[in-house]
C-alpha cells in the first residue's frame, strides 16, 4: 500500500525560527546590562543634583537649563565639529584618492604586494593604543625637545597655544582616522566590475575621470559608512583630547565627552556630567538617523533610476 500524500521524508514539518532567537539572548543580556540599564541610570542622575556620595537631589530640568546656557558646552560642540572635519570629512576625501590610487595605479604598476604593505602601513595608527600614539606625538610636539622643531629648527608650542592647540589635534587625528576609510574603499572596491575600468581606459578616459565615473559611485555605500562610523567617533572622541591636551590650553581642545568626564570625576557634578553626556548621546542618535534616511535616500534614487 502506497504511503499516504505528504507522508515519509517529505511531510516533515520544517523548523520553525523560534529556536535562533536563542542564541541572541547572551547579546541581549550583555546589551541590556552595559548599554541600556547604564544609559537609563545615566538619564535619571541628569535630573539631580548628585556629588557621587549621598543621596541625589531631584532638580528636575536644572542642570538642562544650565547646559544651554553654558557657553564652554557650546564651545566644546564648536571644536567637535572641527573634529568631525578632521576625523570624518578629510580622511574619507584623502582616504578615496589613496585607495583608488593603490586599487587602479598602484598596484597595476607595481603589484598587488606593493599596495597591500603601503595599506598595512596606512592602517598602522588604528592599530596602535591610543595612549601610545598621543604619548609619542606629545613628544614630537614638545616645545622643547620635540622631534618637529628640532627638524625645523622652529619653537613652537603646538599642544600649548591656544591658536594652534585644536588644528594640532586636527591635524593628529587626520593621521590617526586616515587609515580605516583607505581599507574599507579597497575593500569596496573588490566587488567593482574591472571591466569598467578597462572599458574607461580603452576610450581614453584619465585616471582622475574613472575615479570620478566609476570608482565614486559605485562605492557609494561604502562612503556612506566611513562618514557614519568616523562622525561618530568624533563626536564621542575622548581618549585623544585626554592624553594630548586635557582639553586645555584653557578650553581650546573641549570636547563635550571630556567636559562631561570634566564635572564627573573632577567637579564631582555628577548630574551636570550626566546631562551633558545625555545630550550628546541623543545627537549621536539624530545624527546617525539622519545619515541612514539620506542613505535610504539615495539607494531608492539608484533603483528609480535603474528600472
Known amino acids: 500500500m502506497d504511503p499516504a500524500p505528504g507522508a515519509g521524508a517529505g511531510a516533515a514539518r520544517p523548523r520553525g525560527r523560534g529556536g535562533y532567537w536563542l542564541y541572541l539572548v547572551p547579546s541581549l543580556v550583555l546589551f541590556l546590562a552595559i548599554i541600556v540599564v ?28 544650565k547646559l544651554f546656557k553654558d ?28 585607495a583608488a590610487a593603490l586599487f587602479d595605479y598602484i598596484a597595476k604598476r607595481f603589484g598587488g604586494r606593493t599596495a597591500s604593505a603601503l595599506r598595512a602601513a596606512f592602517y598602522l595608527p588604528q592599530v596602535l593604543p591610543v595612549a601610545v600614539a598621543g604619548v609619542v606625538w606629545g613628544w614630537m610636539l614638545h616645545p622643547s625637545y620635540g622631534a618637529v622643531n628640532q627638524i625645523f629648527g622652529i619653537e613652537v608650542n603646538w599642544l600649548g597655544d591656544p591658536d594652534i592647540a585644536l588644528a594640532t589635534v586636527m591635524a593628529i587625528m587626520v593621521w590617526f582616522q586616515l587609515g580605516y576609510p583607505v581599507v574599507i574603499f579597497m575593500a569596496g572596491l573588490q566587488r567593482v566590475d574591472p571591466s569598467l575600468y578597462e572599458a574607461a581606459e580603452i576610450d581614453g578616459a584619465s585616471w582622475w575621470r ?11 555605500p561604502e562612503i556612506f559608512v566611513v562618514l557614519l562610523t568616523c562622525t561618530i567617533a568624533a563626536l564621542k572622541v575622548f581618549g585623544p583630547i585626554f592624553v594630548l591636551t586635557r582639553g586645555g590650553p584653557g578650553s581650546a581642545t573641549m570636547v563635550p565627552s571630556y567636559f562631561s568626564y570634566l564635572n564627573f570625576f573632577q567637579k564631582a557634578n555628577v548630574g551636570y556630567g550626566s546631562a551633558i553626556a545625555t545630550v550628546l548621546a541623543l545627537i549621536i542618535v539624530v545624527v546617525t538617523f539622519l545619515f541612514l534616511r539620506v542613505q535610504e535616500g539615495g539607494q531608492e534614487r539608484d533603483q528609480e533610476s535603474d528600472s
Open 38 to 65: 547604564p544609559f537609563l541610570m545615566n538619564v535619571a542622575t541628569s535630573f539631580t543634583r548628585w556629588s557621587g556620595v549621598g543621596t541625589p537631589t531631584w532638580i528636575g530640568l536644572g542642570n538642562y537649563t
Open 71 to 98: 557657553e564652554r558646552f557650546w564651545a566644546s560642540f564648536e571644536h567637535n565639529v572641527a573634529l568631525i572635519i578632521a576625523m570624518a570629512v578629510v580622511p574619507t576625501i584623502i582616504g578615496l584618492v589613496l
Open 210 to 220: 574613472r575615479f570620478w565615473h566609476i570608482t565614486i559611485p559605485q562605492i557609494r
